[in-house]
């Protein structure tokens, strides 16, 4: 039975608690974890090489300014997370759209460091989502002055996020 109130027609309320019920459903569904997959590493494994390699390329390049190599290791970044599954698919958002960003002619790299972040962000989720380690002689450092991590190797800090500007900026760990 529907009425009129001031010329609005309305459903009754039974539909208003209906309608609310399903919203709250679907939001409760969107903010559980993505369930895992038979590729998925176990608690307490490492981070998978086959996204921590091309990773750490891509770091190495932009810590010397450079943009060179990073279309192809962001595309072997996405077939990892591909393969990883669903808990994977930011990394794989992430990679495919640091990949466009590199290929523009010539590439911005101040668009490929903002993608760059992103990506660290998802890879820094999904490690701590998982209680996932990093590779042996791998770090998790932070950038204060954007304010997101980045992996590495050895322990002289080497930002991405500003490269040679201020390579030394930041703090592990």
Known sequence: MKTTVRGWLCAPASSFIYAIALAALAVAGACAPAPQTS???????EMSRAIVDPYLKIQAALAEDSTEGVHANAGMLVTAATALGSPAMKIDTAAIQLAAA?????????DVREKFGTLSEAIDVYMTGLHLKAPEGVKVAVCPMVNK???QEGSALANPYYGKEMLTCGSFR
Request: no cysteine; glycine share 6%.
């Open 149 to 151: 991590p980045w992996l």
């Open 102 to 110: 590199s290929e523009a002619e010539p590439p911005d790299i101040k």
């Open 39 to 45: 590729n998925t590493p176990a608690a307490g494994a």
